[in-house]
């Protein structure tokens, strides 16, 4: 199966089924040097787990990961890091009824078509598991990213037809959804209880703002930081839609309110006024934080009746069975972070060639 590598320098291959013996990932281009135990990769695991509240999947799983290589007391080696997350609580039983049609919304269908044949346990590497990996590598890269001073942070700006007003970072922690704003964790839990009743799921969408992002990294072609970033997040299987800055907003806009005025700082160095450019110009970053939403779909699996066709060509009407979020958006929080500071670095370490005078930093004698 080709396409579960992605990166340049810092380079991750995910592996594994969300019903097999486990998921993992290999991180290679990591640094040696750096401080990481198991500790530094469970903290974003857990944030991805299932099971943590009533609107998450019941399955029961600890995602408790284990590093096999790359690390000795303490420290990275600069060899490849492999990561294994052994899987415990499969139901794989849950799934034989879905082996004979395809259900709505999901990779059932096009994945038959590709390889003539699917892993139905809960969808193999179509699963949502998957991007168990991607945290794993993920927590790597914010790891060496706050070494440099960069910070990313991911949290859920709305939910159906709730949008946050307020943010409190401290808030993002203290509710289900990851909204920094307790009043619209309230209004969703609300919005959500209903769509539960109706056995029916939803949407919305996550906003990642990183700061402390130097000037001058990305290119100018076909590896814009910027697109990039929308290929990492358009990876994840939930999210359909990517916007940089003001996205969409944009066409509605004119140049005059639009564009990013330029000024200088108190500090004698170039800044801007606004930026609705979303910290990208030209696929480079402009030292203004980078913004970035992803629009998460409403979960594929609901108990609803649903039309579809079996294997043998016939219409049918299914409901979905077994243990699925009713949202994916909370979970796909640290998922969206991850998958942006694995872009960021990445670009970081792409970016050392540039210019001579870093070269001659690094090699001239």
């Known amino acids: 199966m080709a396409g579960s590598s992605f990166g340049t320098i810092f ?7 969300s019903h097999g013996s486990g998921i ?11 401080p990481l135990c198991e500790e530094d990769i469970q903290v974003f695991l857990d944030r991805r787990k299932p099971g943590q509240s009533k609107y998450t999947t019941k399955r029961n799983e600890t995602d ?19 990561m294994a997350i052994f899987n415990q609580d499969q139901h794989s039983r849950d799934y034989r009824e879905i082996a004979g049609y395809y259900r709505p919304g999901h990779a059932d269908y096009t994945f038959d078509e590709k390889y003539g044949f699917r892993d139905y346990r809960g969808g193999g590497r179509s699963s949502g598991r998957e991007t168990i990996g991607r945290v794993a590598a993920g927590a ?13 942070t991911a949290y859920t700006r709305s939910i159906g037809s709730v949008e946050m007003e307020t943010f409190d970072p401290e808030e993002i922690r203290n509710n289900p959804f990851s ?3 307790a009043a619209a964790a309230k209004k969703a839990s609300v919005l959500l209880e209903d769509a539960m009743a109706r056995c029916d799921s939803m949407g919305g969408i996550v906003e990642c703002v990183a700061s402390g992002m130097p000037s001058g990294v990305g290119d100018p072609v076909f590896e814009k930081l910027d697109a990039n970033l929308a290929k990492a997040l358009m990876s994840i299987g939930a999210v359909k839609g990517v916007e940089i800055g003001d996205g969409f907003s944009a066409a509605r806009a004119t140049g005059l309110t639009n564009n990013d005025a330029f000024c200088m700082d108190e500090g004698g160095k170039i800044k801007k006024l606004t930026n609705h450019a979303g910290g990208i110009l030209g696929g480079i970053s402009d030292g203004s934080d980078i913004i970035v939403r992803a629009a998460i779909k ?3 699996s609901i108990a609803s009746p649903q039309h579809t066709v079996n294997k043998q060509g016939e219409d049918i009407t299914v409901q979905i069975k077994g243990r699925h979020d009713p949202i994916i958006v909370p979970r796909a929080v640290v998922v969206v972070e991850c998958m ?12 050392m060639s540039s210019r001579l005078e ?3 930093k690094i090699w001239k004698p």
């Open 24 to 34: 993992g990932v290999v991180v290679d281009g990591v640094p040696s040097g750096l």
């Open 358 to 360: 870093n070269v001659k």
């Open 140 to 152: 790597i890269a914010s790891k060496l990213l706050k070494e440099l001073g960069i910070s990313v």
């Open 340 to 351: 942006t500071a694995i872009v960021l670095l990445d670009a970081l370490l792409v970016g």
């Open 11 to 17: 380079k991750l291959t995910t592996w594994g089924e």
């Open 298 to 300: 409403p979960t594929p």
């Open 64 to 82: 408790s990961v284990q590093i096999l290589s790359g690390v000795f007391e303490g420290k990275t080696t600069g060899t490849p890091i492999s």
């Open 179 to 181: 909204f920094p704003d």
